[in-house]
């Protein structure tokens, strides 16, 4: 078994989506801290799908929209049809949920049907970053 690890990366809304080198098949914490435009929201969703996600986790503003638009990009990418397992997205909401309690949902129960997610990606959607403290966080979770 792989011992996990974690990446932080910090999106303002209008910030260009970064190429994710070094990741395959992992969860995203998907934090939304910033009000996000609907097209950006889309792109965002599409990215994390065409990058390996394959267990994605909405929490903050507008989490069950992001829940939604991460399942439809799925769905897309795989022109609507029927796949293996493996290849196979998850995605959750936690609108009332503490954040505490999303990342030890996160390091604890999320888990793919198919796949080991040895690698967790928390995708921080605001206009400041918070790194130290949110890392502190998931470490504690």
Known sequence: ???????YLHLAPE???????GLTAFKA??????EVPEMTRWDVSRWLVESGC?????????CEAWRESIDDASLEATDYEDVPEDQQLMATA????????VFWFAKHRASHPALELAE???LHIADEPRREAIEAEFRDA
């Open 1 to 7: 078994m792989q011992k996990p690890s974690i990446r």
């Open 15 to 21: 910030n260009e989506l970064p190429v994710l080198e």
């Open 29 to 34: 914490i998907i934090m939304v801290e910033a």
């Open 54 to 62: 394959k267990y994605a986790l909405a929490w903050g503003d507008q």
């Open 94 to 101: 936690h609108e009332d949920e503490d954040l505490s309690e």
């Open 120 to 122: 967790t990606l928390i």
